[in-house]
């Protein structure tokens, strides 16, 4: 039985890029997908590697700080 776990957004914003797509593989410290916030363009990097099973968000998409944005197995 595999585990699912869920990386949040870090910050408030809109999803400007997004780096991975269902059926990756990650390393802890890939870069997922690119946060902008207050003009600013901010990481979110994996805390610990997986394959990807699905993306929450799509660019443009208006995402809140805790939210859900990957699913990772």
């Given amino acids: 039985m595999s585990r699912v776990s869920q990386f949040e957004a870090a910050v408030s914003g809109?999803?400007?890029s997004i780096a991975i797509a269902a059926g990756a593989t990650i390393a802890a410290g890939d870069v997922l997908m690119v946060i902008e916030?207050?003009?600013m363009e901010i990481p979110l990097e994996a805390e610990s590697g997986g394959v990807v099973k699905a993306t929450l968000v799509q660019?443009?998409?208006a995402v809140a700080e805790g939210q859900p944005v990957v699913e990772i197995e």
């Fill in 59 to 61: 660019p443009g998409d």
């Fill in 37 to 39: 916030s207050m003009k």
């Fill in 14 to 16: 809109h999803v400007s």
